[in-house]
């Protein structure tokens, strides 16, 4: 079964330092990877997807994420964060059959001045 | 091009009433899910539907039901609601398979 593990609740980093935000993921075929973001008492966001090729993604924003089949992982990273940032941050596996996905717990990102 | 709208934005029922919440998504878009939202389950999967009909469905109870038009608006109902019902639901639509886009959500509280 698909399921996805986001193990930092949450993360705190001042403004400019970087980022790096941890997913992994269980499925048993190739992964349709995404990362959304949420701000509050708002619907999710897009940031970037992954289904096939280069293992380095570029999503909106300034975001990148990596797809690491071996560690069964799709960390998110951005150079340098900015207060903007700040928000809930979802990882979700696509399953085989259409559009029903399975997204972790989130991880909220705290951004210091 | 608008986005996923949903309506209404808050609602408020008591237990043992039935709410109807609605999903208009993005012009062009066949396909609609649903997912249920709390704190301590997170976002869950409810039910898809492409083309009028269901495609996938989640783990929830009968209480939980949806309906698609022919115009792609999508509707979903919970009947007898529980205090466990409080929730964001989030309606998200997709043009191609695993691409979706979220709406605003529907905040129902239950009392």
């Known amino acids: 079964a698909q399921s996805v593990t986001q193990p930092d609740i949450h993360i705190t980093v001042s403004e400019g330092a970087s980022l790096e935000l941890r997913c992994n993921y269980s499925?048993?075929?190739?992964?349709?990877l995404f990362w959304y973001v949420q701000s509050p008492g708002q619907g999710l966001q897009l940031l970037l997807k992954y289904f096939s090729g280069d293992t380095l993604v570029q999503g909106i924003k300034g975001f990148e994420a990596e797809f690491k089949r071996s560690q069964s992982s799709f960390n998110l990273r951005k150079p340098s964060v900015h207060w903007r940032d700040a928000a809930e941050y979802f990882c979700a596996v696509g399953a085989n059959t259409g559009n029903q996905f399975y997204f972790g717990t989130g991880t909220s990102l705290t951004v210091i001045p | 091009k608008a986005g996923v709208t949903q309506t209404p934005r808050y609602l408020i029922k008591t237990r043992g009433q039935q709410v109807t919440l609605s999903c208009s998504p993005i012009?062009?878009?066949?396909?609609v899910s649903w997912y249920q939202q709390t704190p301590g389950q997170g976002l869950q999967f409810l039910f898809e539907?492409?083309?009028?009909?269901?495609?996938n469905k989640g783990n929830f109870p009968g209480r939980f039901s949806g309906r698609q038009f022919s115009n792609s608006r999508s509707e979903m109902n919970v009947s007898t609601l529980e205090l466990g019902d409080s929730a964001l639901y989030l309606c998200?639509?997709?043009?191609?398979?695993?691409?979706?886009?979220f709406g605003p959500g529907t905040r129902l509280t239950v009392t």
């Open positions: 499925y048993g075929a190739t992964p349709y």
């Open positions: 998200a639509s997709s043009l191609l398979n695993y691409e979706q886009y």
């Open positions: 539907y492409f083309s009028e009909t269901q495609r």
């Open positions: 012009s062009g878009h066949r396909s």
